[in-house]
Every structure is written in structure tokens, then in C-alpha cells.
């Protein structure tokens, strides 16, 4: 349930809000919109039946949320959130590109790319220190020596620094380098690692389950915004289907319908979709188009020695070919669309 306040509603006609409905016993969640602010009523509202919230200073009207991720609908937050990382911003607009290698493998190839990454405009840098592996005899990640290889390629070029977290045990060292966590597929759905990552105060990008629905990608995301993080970015990496040409099936058919579910970031990882380089460039082209807020591709400077996904690592020609190729595209806007969609709505061209 949601009050939606009246535009010009005064600070204190919205705080007196707040108290009567936590005097009734509920939390509140508070979205500032340009005009109008929304007060969202966490948690079971059978006893506020009858009650006069109509009535509380300042509202001007009661709806009620029916999709069961109420933090993240855009029916609680009718607009745009805009994630700003180091002055870097998610959302609303602002495209962001993150770049770099799958998996940190030295500190001179970590600089390079970060360096590669920035110089073709790339807005963030991504490597993974602690890496979710198929087969327990592969490459696990460096680890914390990892995040110092990360941290130190920062320094050089100021990017900020991406990367994932995959055990509650890494957290402190994850947060300690990490300006932006990652949650990849395979934990999508562990929900003890999601309400810890939702008492930090860092962005997170959630990445879509293997086999996820929309839904379900939502409701992760809502045990992350549930314990107060509200910065979260979704991640669409693919699908396993019966396609085999392909590692994931990339559905950019998602990109505008989750904008419509929504209010939080989309970005695509045609990474992790492709899983073949020559295909990689052409996804992340086509998420873009569709809309999506932007992209985290992977990138190395010697693929065939990376020690993870180098079949999928763009070299750095291919890295700025593909940057050359999105600053000329104008891609789909999804809330324009909405607007000039209204106005037909009346239209009916008889043809005699």
C-alpha cells in the first residue's frame, strides 16, 4: 500500500504522516519524486482496514501495490532511481559501461585494462577476486590479493571498482575494496547472502538466476531493498534454454517489460550471454538499443591465457570498436514511448 502526497505537501504534513502510521504500528518507506513524494506501508496491512489514511495531512490519494515486490515495483517508485558510484550515475538516463576481465589474473594485465577501459570511455572496472566455478578443479579467484590487484589499477586510472561476492564469510573484504558488489546467477537466489548484502550501504548489481523468471529476479532484489539497500542494479546475463549456439539466451524482449515492472537500473552482461566473443559485441549493441540502462562486458588483453571465460573476453580492438560503434547509436526510450503511447490511446482511424 502506498500514499501518494500531495504535490507541494509540506515536510511537516509528510512527517506527521509517518508518525500516525508507525504509531499504528507499521515501517514506511519514503520515495522523493520530483513533485510528489510516496510513502510505501511496509509489511501486513489487514488492520489498517477502515483506518482514515485518506485523511492524513497532505495525502491525496491511497493505492494499493499488488505485485508482492513492493520496494522494487514501480508502483511504490513511480520514478527512475539514479545510483550514483563516484560520481558515476545508474539510471534514469545515465548509461554506464563496465569493463575489464573475467577473472584477475596479474596486476600489470589489471591496470592495462582499466587503462584500455577508461581511455574508450568506459565508466567502471570490473575483475573478479573470488570466482563461482562449474568444476571444484578450476580456478577459484585470487581472492583478497585479487581486490588489491583491483584497487591498484583504481589508483592508476580512478575507475571505480566492481566486483562479486559470493560467500557472507568475504564480506568485510569485498565491502573494504569493492565500490559496487556483484551478485552473480548462481546466487540469486541464496537469500541469507542477499539480506546481508541489504544491510550495507553499497550499490549491488543482481544478476538474473540461470533459469529465473522476472518475478523471481524481482523478489531477489526485494530481500536486498527489504533490509534498507535501495541501491540495486539489475543485471540481465541470459538464460539457459535449449539453444546450445549459445552459452545463455539473451532476451532484450525483458529490458522494456522489467521498465515497466521496475523502477530500478537494467543492465545487460552479453558477456556471460554470448559466451563466444564474436557474438558478444552485437548483443551488448542490442541491449543497449532496447533501452537498457547499460552493460558490463568482459575484456582481456590475451584471452587464450586468461584464467577464466577467455572465450568470451573482447580483445581491446574489439572493446573499442563496440565503444565507437554505441556512442553513434541513439538508443530506445522506453518512458518516451509510454507518453506517446497514452495519446494514441484515443485514436481510431476509420478507413471506409
Same mark, same amino acid.
Given at each position: 500500500?502506498?500514499?501518494?502526497?500531495?504535490?507541494?505537501?509540506?515536510?511537516?504534513?509528510?512527517?506527521?504522516?509517518?508518525?500516525?502510521?508507525?504509531?499504528?504500528?507499521?515501517?514506511?518507506?519514503?520515495?522523493?519524486?520530483?513533485?510528489?513524494?510516496?510513502?510505501?506501508?511496509?509489511?501486513?496491512?489487514?488492520?489498517?482496514?477502515?483506518?482514515?489514511?485518506?485523511?492524513?495531512?497532505?495525502?491525496?490519494?491511497?493505492?494499493?501495490?499488488?505485485?508482492?515486490?513492493?520496494?522494487?515495483? %514501480?508502483?511504490?517508485?513511480?520514478?527512475?532511481?539514479?545510483?550514483?558510484?563516484?560520481?558515476?550515475?545508474?539510471?534514469?538516463?545515465?548509461?554506464?559501461?563496465?569493463?575489464?576481465?573475467?577473472?584477475?589474473?596479474?596486476?600489470?594485465?589489471?591496470?592495462?585494462?582499466?587503462?584500455?577501459?577508461?581511455?574508450?570511455?568506459?565508466?567502471?572496472?570490473?575483475?573478479?577476486?573470488?570466482?563461482?566455478?562449474?568444476?571444484?578443479?578450476?580456478?577459484?579467484?585470487?581472492?583478497?590479493?585479487?581486490?588489491?590487484?583491483?584497487?591498484?589499477?583504481?589508483?592508476?586510472?580512478?575507475?571505480?571498482?566492481?566486483?562479486?561476492?559470493?560467500?557472507?564469510?568475504?564480506?568485510?573484504?569485498?565491502?573494504?575494496?569493492?565500490?559496487?558488489?556483484?551478485?552473480?546467477?548462481?546466487?540469486?537466489?541464496?537469500?541469507? *547472502?542477499?539480506?546481508?548484502?541489504?544491510?550495507?550501504?553499497?550499490?549491488? &548489481?543482481?544478476?538474473?538466476?540461470?533459469?529465473?523468471?522476472?518475478?523471481?529476479?524481482?523478489?531477489?532484489?526485494?530481500?536486498?531493498?527489504?533490509?534498507?539497500?535501495?541501491?540495486?542494479?539489475?543485471?540481465?546475463?541470459?538464460? %539457459?534454454?535449449?539453444?546450445?549456439?549459445?552459452?545463455?539466451?539473451?532476451?532484450?524482449?525483458?529490458?522494456?517489460?522489467?521498465?515497466?515492472?521496475?523502477?530500478?537500473? &537494467?543492465?545487460?552482461?552479453?558477456?556471460?550471454?554470448?559466451?563466444?566473443?564474436?557474438?558478444?559485441?552485437?548483443?551488448?549493441?542490442?541491449?543497449?538499443?532496447?533501452?537498457?540502462?547499460?552493460?558490463?562486458?568482459?575484456?582481456?588483453?590475451?584471452?587464450?591465457?586468461?584464467?577464466?571465460?577467455?572465450?568470451?573476453? *573482447?580483445?581491446?580492438?574489439?572493446?573499442?570498436? *563496440?565503444?565507437?560503434?554505441?556512442?553513434? *547509436?541513439?538508443?530506445?526510450?522506453?518512458?518516451?514511448?509510454?507518453?506517446?503511447?497514452?495519446?494514441?490511446?484515443?485514436?481510431?482511424?476509420?478507413?471506409?
Amino acid at each position: 500500500m502506498v500514499l501518494v502526497m500531495k504535490v507541494g505537501a509540506s515536510e511537516e504534513e509528510i512527517q506527521k504522516t509517518i508518525n500516525q502510521i508507525k504509531k499504528w504500528g507499521h515501517d514506511v518507506s519514503i520515495a522523493p519524486g520530483e513533485k510528489q513524494v510516496v510513502i510505501g506501508i511496509i509489511g501486513d496491512k489487514t488492520d489498517l482496514l477502515g483506518r482514515p489514511l485518506s485523511t492524513l495531512p497532505g495525502v491525496a490519494k491511497v493505492l494499493e501495490v499488488s505485485a508482492p515486490y513492493k520496494r522494487a515495483s %514501480r508502483e511504490f517508485h513511480p520514478e527512475d532511481t539514479i545510483i550514483e558510484v563516484d560520481g558515476v550515475k545508474i539510471g534514469g538516463g545515465h548509461k554506464v559501461v563496465i569493463a575489464g576481465p573475467c577473472s584477475v589474473d596479474n596486476v600489470e594485465n589489471v591496470v592495462y585494462l582499466a587503462k584500455v577501459a577508461k581511455a574508450n570511455g568506459a565508466h567502471m572496472l570490473r575483475g573478479g577476486a573470488y570466482k563461482p566455478r562449474t568444476s571444484p578443479y578450476t580456478f577459484q579467484g585470487h581472492g583478497v590479493e585479487g581486490l588489491k590487484m583491483l584497487l591498484e589499477a583504481k589508483k592508476e586510472t580512478g575507475l571505480p571498482i566492481v566486483t562479486e561476492l559470493m560467500s557472507i564469510k568475504d564480506i568485510d573484504d569485498v565491502y573494504k575494496y569493492a565500490d559496487v558488489i556483484q551478485i552473480g546467477a548462481r546466487n540469486m537466489q541464496n537469500f541469507p *547472502l542477499l539480506k546481508e548484502i541489504g544491510k550495507l550501504d553499497k550499490p549491488v &548489481i543482481l544478476k538474473n538466476g540461470i533459469c529465473s523468471t522476472v518475478k523471481e529476479h524481482l523478489m531477489s532484489a526485494e530481500y536486498i531493498m527489504s533490509e534498507g539497500n535501495d541501491k540495486v542494479i539489475l543485471c540481465l546475463r541470459g538464460t %539457459r534454454t535449449y539453444e546450445p549456439s549459445v552459452r545463455n539466451t539473451l532476451d532484450v524482449t525483458l529490458i522494456p517489460i522489467m521498465q515497466k515492472m521496475t523502477h530500478l537500473p &537494467i543492465i545487460v552482461d552479453p558477456s556471460h550471454a554470448a559466451g563466444k566473443r564474436e557474438f558478444v559485441s552485437a548483443l551488448a549493441y542490442a541491449g543497449m538499443a532496447a533501452g537498457a540502462d547499460g552493460l558490463i562486458v568482459e575484456m582481456h588483453n590475451c584471452p587464450k591465457e586468461a584464467l577464466s571465460d577467455g572465450d568470451q573476453a *573482447l580483445l581491446p580492438r574489439d572493446f573499442e570498436y *563496440l565503444m565507437k560503434k554505441l556512442k553513434e *547509436l541513439k538508443p530506445w526510450n522506453q518512458k518516451e514511448w509510454w507518453e506517446f503511447d497514452k495519446q494514441k490511446e484515443t485514436d481510431c482511424i476509420k478507413v471506409k
